[in-house]
């Protein structure tokens, strides 16, 4: 059996150091934004090229937060896209604004500049635009949006961007870390992302002192002094035990992002030929392939066969968020994001972990063969 993912491998390379951590955590009795929180505050932050980074509780809050320091409110409304895990528009209607989506690169599975710029000239030659009041793309598995040309029209627009890298860690568009475009960049540590912890957590960094102020009051009650409240916060911290274990993992991020890029151009070898669509690498980015993401036309049945051959396979994501019971109110149907709705049809996830075996990719991609030579009668009965 070869499982989708399997994060004892992981922890096993780095077991003694991890507990090495935590006790030190123990040892201290400081469980709430301590010596833990801010040093990897500073070290992500400056990983990403940035000056400033505030730990939250969950990637959701992150991008939840960013939008409300932003000033995203009621009545407002952001762009983004439906290709994506659903906490991207959920950050957008927790602040009570509207999700606006666009369709995507179907090469990169992000967010299509082309259809930004389209969206927002409709939107001026109409006369509504004034309630379009930021954009918040999605550097999606691992891949990092086209930014010189989002942020161009960002710019001649004056919207501010919010990125959501909860899927990027490391990842670079023209040797720039993504998170460092926009006004902020949001990231999320649940544990089988790139940098991942053990348990729930996340980021927001940010180059604004002043935002950076500002989020922190948010993150913890919009106290700034205890029972002093200055803002209407929330409870929303990385805690002391996350941040100490992703210092340590942060050590080896760069590493660990260099072993699953090879993995995958190992997948890549190993599946020509084999009536999939493998992922892309665009020129100007530095794919960290958080999910090494292919595509067939017999998608549901490849999934069957490969489950029934023992291989553990996901879907990221099957149904396009505009298409969601949770977002029927919006005047979106079927056919509304053509690319968006394509992908959704045709995407599947490979098994992608460290410490996954090359015997394991082997099996994977010779199991996707076996299923290719498959005449097409006997695919539709798998």
């Known amino acids: 059996m070869v499982p989708f993912q ?5 922890y096993k390379r780095i077991k003694g150091e991890i507990l090495s951590a935590t006790q030190r955590v123990y040892e201290k009795g400081h469980f709430i934004l301590g010596e833990e929180v801010s040093a990897f505050e500073k070290e992500f932050s400056h990983y990403c090229g940035v000056l400033y980074g505030v730990g939250v509780g969950s990637g959701t809050d992150a991008l939840d937060l960013a939008l409300k320091a932003t000033g995203i409110k009621k009545g407002d ?6 290709h994506s895990f659903i906490a991207s528009a959920l950050a957008i209607s927790m602040n009570g604004a509207t999700p606006v989506f666009i369709d995507i690169n179907p090469e990169t599975y992000t967010m299509d500049p082309q259809a930004l710029e389209g969206l927002l000239k409709r939107r001026k030659k109409a006369g509504g635009i004034r309630k379009i009041k930021a954009i918040l793309p999605v550097h999606l598995y691992g891949h990092p949006v086209e930014m010189d040309t989002l942020m161009d029209i960002a710019n001649h627009y004056h919207l501010p961007v919010i990125e959501d890298a909860c899927q990027a860690h490391g990842a670079e568009y023209d040797g720039k870390k993504v998170g460092s475009f926009g006004l902020f960049g949001c990231f999320s540590f649940y544990p089988t992302k790139n940098l991942g912890g053990y348990g729930d957590g996340g980021i927001v960094v940010t180059r604004e002192k002043k935002l950076y102020e500002k989020l922190r009051l948010l993150r913890c009650y919009g106290e700034k002094t205890k029972y002093h409240h200055f803002l209407k916060g929330r409870n929303s911290r990385l805690d002391e035990i996350q941040a100490a274990i992703l210092r340590v993992k942060l050590k080896y991020l760069d590493p660990w992002n260099e072993e699953k890029r090879r993995k995958a151009f190992l997948y890549q070898r190993m599946l020509e030929s084999a009536g999939v669509r493998c992922p892309v690498e665009k020129e100007y980015a530095r794919h960290v392939y958080h999910l090494f993401v292919v595509r067939s036309r017999e998608r549901d049945s490849l999934q069957t066969f490969l489950k029934e051959r023992g291989v553990e396979t996901l879907i990221h994501y099957p149904i396009p968020i505009h298409l969601q019971n949770s977002y029927r109110e919006l005047p979106y149907r079927r056919g509304s994001l053509p690319m968006t709705e394509k992908c959704s049809r045709e995407i599947l996830s490979l098994p992608l972990f460290l410490g996954l075996t090359r015997g394991e990719m082997e099996e994977v991609a ?9 005449p097409a009668n006997r695919k539709r009965r798998s």
Do not use: P
């Open 77 to 82: 409304e952001v762009i983004t896209v439906a």
């Open 6 to 10: 399997d994060l004892t491998r992981q």
């Open 366 to 374: 010779e199991t996707i063969r076996s299923f290719a030579d498959l």
